[in-house]
DNA sequence: AGCGATTGTCTCTTACAAGAGACGTATGTA
DNA sequence: TACATACGTCTCTTGTAAGAGACAATCGCT
């Protein structure tokens, strides 16, 4: 294991060995450490970015120093610092979506009970930006900025809306097709399923991501047609088909209100 | 080594002919967002970091391809992304501190209708890391992420506490200690408050920033004598002294629930 | 239309950062 | 005590990214 190819970024299969540019070390260091979820000493770091150790360290420093990471307690491991936060503030300020968009992701878990959460694209790929657990004795919930693929949740459904063909293909490796438990999931019923969902205004998939619960989704719109975000609700699968139907309004009028007028 | 500092300082010199390394540009880039604190085109941002443009385009590009940064809606600005969100709250997930901080903010502000605000060192200056803006018809508060000179504030007394003096003087800069309506404080009466806010556990200022509040504060530690966070409650400057008394108790009491047992 | 300013892309050069690796130190463990 | 593994810092080389600048395409203003 040498190139372990480790961005998500870039369509150019370039082989390793050669040297990388430092911006994308960083981003590379940023993005393991939001899959780690923990600090990590900088040894363990180079290694899990496939990246020298003498340039992880001065890597590290330069962004110590910036704020942008800090050194953990123990004083020899790494992670995210005060300025990402500061920054992610920023980002939440000038971004009435997420900002309105967290409250009712708040509201909309404390009225029903049950696990909410606002689902966006990131960079082609689905990601939760926020999810609220709701009150039921088990926790369904998964943790914010995870990221999964398109085809396995309803949200994904809707988000595709209005892309090409081609550009969906682009979107979704054929890993992503393969569900948990093996199934494996046609490109073309996905591609179908996207349609549906854009017509009717709102998705259900039930057993996808695991046996136990349904996700209900509905849009949120940036403008006509450009569905800029989904609220979705995780509720037990063997939910009454009339409290489902109830949730489902419940979920589309509250998207409907998150969205811009345009 | 032509300029250094760098950080915070803005469009300074144009000394250079020198290359910069692409990493500083873009800690740069994204602090000089952060001030402006709004979506900026790709040519003033090049502007305002003293970058070349060709220089700026193409940093600007591998910022959005990976979300740290997005372009705005009409097309040609850019600001903060949804990335940089992600990982500020994976910094609020690992950091008990800020997010239980966060809460008795909001609760104290809540409580007492006061403004208040956790505060934090942030590369040796004084950050407002969260605020809550209180009940009061006008507004006292100031935004999240803000840095103030530390000798202006009164969390800035007690969060150098246990700073050698040389240390403190190296925080310190000259402009630092010229008040809003131009006072000038003198650095011993500055270091001469620290030791007396050490000592008396909290500390109150008046009429520093501005004419019309003070500003009680208290420290949060995270071990024996180790200021980690202060809590402050910005109220008006003529609270009488039974209820300026009274807010002390309570913060202290809130701040001392955050501190670590160490 | 005419003119200046701005935008986004591209090419080419060379200053300099990324990387290999050696070094001294601090661990842990047989 | 030796031995192995990790850490943090340093030096030197060379591949390459930062930057200057040219270019066409828009925009905005008379």
């Known amino acids: 294991m040498q190139d372990g190819n480790a961005a998500a970024v870039s369509a150019d299969e370039k082989i390793s060995g050669s040297r990388e540019k430092g911006l994308n070390r960083v981003l590379e260091i940023l993005e393991f450490l939001h899959t780690t979820q923990r600090a990590i000493g900088i040894g363990d770091l180079a290694k899990g970015v496939n990246a020298p150790r003498s340039t992880t360290y001065t890597l590290v420093r330069s962004l110590v120093d910036a704020g942008l990471l800090e050194m953990a307690g123990d004083g020899n491991r790494v992670y995210f610092g005060k300025k990402l936060y500061l920054y992610g503030m920023d980002y939440v300020r000038g971004n009435d979506l997420l900002r309105r968009g967290r409250q009712e992701v708040d509201n909309l878990s404390r009225e029903t009970g049950e696990t909410s959460e606002l689902c966006m694209l990131q960079s082609g790929r689905y990601t939760i930006v926020h999810s609220s657990p709701g009150t039921r004795p088990f926790r369904i919930s998964s943790a914010t900025g995870l990221q999964i693929p398109l085809p396995w949740t309803a949200s994904g ?106």
């Open 157 to 262: 459904r809707l988000l595709l809306a209005g892309f090409q063909q081609a550009q969906i293909e682009d979107m979704v490796s054929e890993d992503d097709l393969v569900l948990p438990d093996g199934r494996r999931l046609l490109l073309g019923d996905f591609i179908a399923d996207i349609a549906k969902a854009e017509a009717t205004g709102y998705c259900v998939t039930s057993g996808l991501v695991d046996a136990y619960t349904k996700c209900l989704a509905a849009p949120v719109f940036s403008g006509p047609g450009r569905v800029e975000a989904t609220m979705c609700l995780v509720v037990p699968i063997d939910t009454s088909e009339e409290r489902t139907g109830s949730l489902i309004g419940l979920l589309r009028d509250r998207a409907a209100r998150l969205s811009i007028a345009g």
